[in-house]
């Protein structure tokens, strides 16, 4: 049951990483410049900003929080 909470918890946590720094990003669009940048117009905002390391941290988390919900569940009691 504990691996079940821990895991809930990563999910909400990389969920909301994930979402808020989307969030700051397509707010802060409109002031990127050009269409033609290397990464696209969304991951060179989110570049500009700093937000990759969010994202990829939000992510580890999320794929993390589903593991131990899985491991949790699926273990024999």
Excluded: C, H, N
């Excluded at 409109?30 to 990829?56: A, F, K, M, N, S």
């Excluded at 929080?65 to 899985?70: D, H, M, P, W, Y």
Aim: proline letters at 1%; aromatic letters at 12%; a neutral charge.
């Amino acid at each position: 049951m504990k691996k079940i909470i821990a895991g809930i918890g990563f999910e909400i946590t990389g969920v909301l990483m994930m979402l808020f720094s989307s969030l700051i990003a397509s707010m802060s669009l409109e002031y990127t410049t050009g269409w033609d940048t290397q990464l696209g117009r969304y991951w060179q905002t989110v570049y500009d900003l700093g937000l990759l390391p969010i994202q990829i941290t939000g992510g580890v988390l999320l794929i993390a929080g589903i593991a131990f919900s899985l491991w949790g569940a699926l273990a024999k009691s």
